[in-house]
């Protein structure tokens, strides 16, 4: 048991621990690369964000339009008529 100590010691530090580092460097590099699914997934999230992002310049459009409609009516309710005026120069 004595001399089958250091014989064990050798392997698992000059075998064992360079194995194991090893094989977890190949799997990361293994796992680094995209996917086909990875890639598929990252197409329609973009699709997905390229039609919420026409719905919001929709949408601000439309919110435009109206305050521009009511900016404009509350401009010409607002204006003084012809027959309301009172001429205070006298």
């Not at 001399?3 to 090893?22: E, H, R």
């Not at 890639?39 to 719905?55: D, Q, T």
């Not at 607002?78 to 120069?89: F, G, Q, Y």
Request: charged share 25%; with cysteine; aromatic share 8%.
């Amino acid at each position: 048991m004595d001399s089958l100590a250091p014989v064990l010691v050798c392997l698992i530090l000059f075998i064992g621990v360079p194995w194991i580092f090893l094989h977890y460097i190949t799997q990361w590099k293994k796992s680094s690369s995209i996917s086909a699914a990875d890639e598929n997934l990252i197409e329609e999230l973009y699709e997905s964000a390229r039609k919420l992002e026409e719905r919001l310049q929709t949408i601000e459009r439309i919110i435009a339009a109206e305050n521009n409609t009511a900016a404009d009516i509350y401009s010409t309710s607002k204006e003084p008529d012809s027959t309301s005026h009172i001429n205070l120069s006298k």
